[in-house]
Structure formats: structure tokens, C-alpha cells
């Protein structure tokens, strides 16, 4: 059923729409020299000094634009929060190890990320994730994000599923 025939049916229903605004987001796909002196120099110092990784994050000038979609996504994301942190830092990470910006990462770079499978993903990163929670977490993002939709070609994944349109639930237990 369309969405017309839908709102025909029942007028007061809202549209569902994607729980992330693209347009808000400088998506340029190079890092500047403040983001890279950021990410290979001060990112990994200030992570070492401080506890929270967001904290570590925002003290880190030059990430915000980075930072910001990762962050918002995290926001409409139904997790326990347990991996948030870990999940978070992953990606700058990678910024640093690709010296580009996530927005400009292709399929096989993104399903290198993610892995295609737990194993693969645990040997895609350094240090090595602890628990494994945060690989959901990351194609959560990146799937939100519209960076990556290509779930089947990560192999086994369990649940990710649009609730109410305004929340990715992710379950973890799975």
C-alpha cells in the first residue's frame, strides 16, 4: 500500500521519514589538516587520558564534523548504550587509517569495517573489541547514515529493524 493510499485510509497518520537528515552534515570526503592532526595525533592521547571516549572525542578540536552524524545516529539507535562508546571511536579510527572521511568509504571498504563475519570484524581492529555488541552498533551507523545498505553481504547479522520510524532497534542478544 502507498503511502497516499495510507494517509487516505487514515488521514492523521505522519509519514514515516528517515530519523537522520543527511543535509545537516558537511559530507566532503577529505579531511581537512585540523582533521588529521586530530585523528593522528590528538585522538589517541586524549582517549589514553580520558575514561568516557565521547569526552575524548569533543576534546579533540577539529572532529566535530566527523563526530556529529555518528553521534546523532547513535541517538535514534535502541541499544543499551553498553558498546556506544567503542562503536563511536571505531570509525575515527578508521578515518585515520584511511586518511579520508567515512562519507567517501565504498562498499568493500565499509563491509572491511563491519566484517562479514564476527571473526573478520574482530581481526579488522585494533585493539580488538572486547564484546563484539559494537559490530551491530557500526552497521546500525552506517546503515542510518545511508553510507552502507548492503546488510546481506555482511554475512550473518542479527536483528536490525525499523520499530516506529523514529527508532533502530538493535538487539543485542541475538
Not at 492523521?12 to 566532503?28: C, E, H, S
Not at 572521511?101 to 579488522?124: C, E, I, K, N, V
Request: one cysteine or more.
Amino acid at each position: 500500500m502507498s503511502a497516499t493510499a495510507t494517509q487516505a485510509l487514515n488521514p492523521t497518520a505522519v509519514p514515516w521519514k528517515w530519523p537522520t537528515r543527511l543535509g545537516r552534515y558537511d559530507r566532503t570526503p577529505t579531511l581537512s589538516r585540523r582533521e588529521q592532526r586530530g585523528l593522528t595525533v590528538d585522538l589517541e592521547p586524549a582517549v589514553a587520558r580520558t575514561y568516557a571516549v565521547r569526552a575524548a572525542l569533543k576534546r579533540v578540536h577539529g572532529l566535530e564534523r566527523l563526530c556529529r552524524p555518528l553521534e546523532d545516529a547513535l541517538q535514534v539507535i535502541d541499544s543499551s548504550g553498553r558498546y556506544d562508546d567503542r562503536a563511536e571511536l571505531m570509525i575515527p579510527r578508521w578515518c585515520a587509517k584511511t586518511e579520508t572521511a567515512f562519507w567517501s568509504w565504498d562498499a568493500p571498504m565499509w563491509r572491511h569495517l563491519l566484517g562479514t563475519t564476527q571473526q573478520a570484524f574482530y581481526s579488522a581492529h585494533i585493539p580488538t573489541p572486547q564484546a563484539g555488541g559494537e559490530r551491530h552498533l557500526l552497521i546500525a551507523i552506517a546503515y542510518l547514515l545511508r553510507c552502507f545498505t548492503d546488510v546481506p553481504s555482511l554475512g550473518e547479522v542479527h536483528r536490525v529493524r525499523v520499530a516506529d520510524g523514529k527508532t533502530l532497534t538493535v538487539d543485542l542478544r541475538a
